[in-house]
């Protein structure tokens, strides 16, 4: 009997080949993270006595485009593209809670009560932040949030406000990308730490302030 041999076996091999050969590249492909906060040591911090009171900086909220594992950058004719090779050490809002926290810790020489758990009566600035656009685009940052910052055991007026940052990227890259964030969220909890010393910060190198409000009881 005459056994020819069925033609797309060699086909199926070729296409197997292919695809184990596709994945091989993309495991190979060398993956990149990144964080929001500043490394120790390379943020001057402003010279001062110890605050009073301590910080507690609630969890953030952040735009879903976003929210994403991936760095997703905006492209000029509105497309997004995800850096699938470029990717965030933690969960987008941990890392902009986090660099936050640092920056005002810094900023107004206070503790976070998630550093040291303070008693019942302590006095506390407590700060929420609710980020309506974190983006990333080719040569610039741009941050939008809306913020809350209220007394808690100390005499002060809580603020409702909103507040833009435009950060251009001195690089290419995506490091470059984090950088430009990096700094929109220091000049962010500038004016936040300006709030709770009851200042207001002016508006200049690409901060904008859109409104404040007094917060109601």
Known sequence: MNMTPMPFFPRIATSALALAAALAGCASAPVHYYTLSVPAGTASAPAGAQAAYMIDVLPVSVPTPADQ???????????????????WTAPLADEVRGALSDALQ?????????????????????VQTDVQRFDLSPGAAQLDATWRVRPVNLKGSGLICRTVVDEPASGQGASALVAAQQRALSKLAGVMASAIRGRQAP???????????????
């Open 69 to 87: 594992p991936q760095l997703m950058v905006r492209n000029g004719d509105g497309s997004v593209s995800a850096l699938y090779s470029e990717r």
């Open 106 to 126: 810094r900023e107004l020489g206070a503790l976070d009560v998630r550093v040291v758990k303070p008693a019942s009566s302590a006095a506390v600035w407590r």
């Open 203 to 217: 508006d200049g190198e690409g901060v904008r302030s859109v409104g404040c409000a007094p917060l109601k009881e």
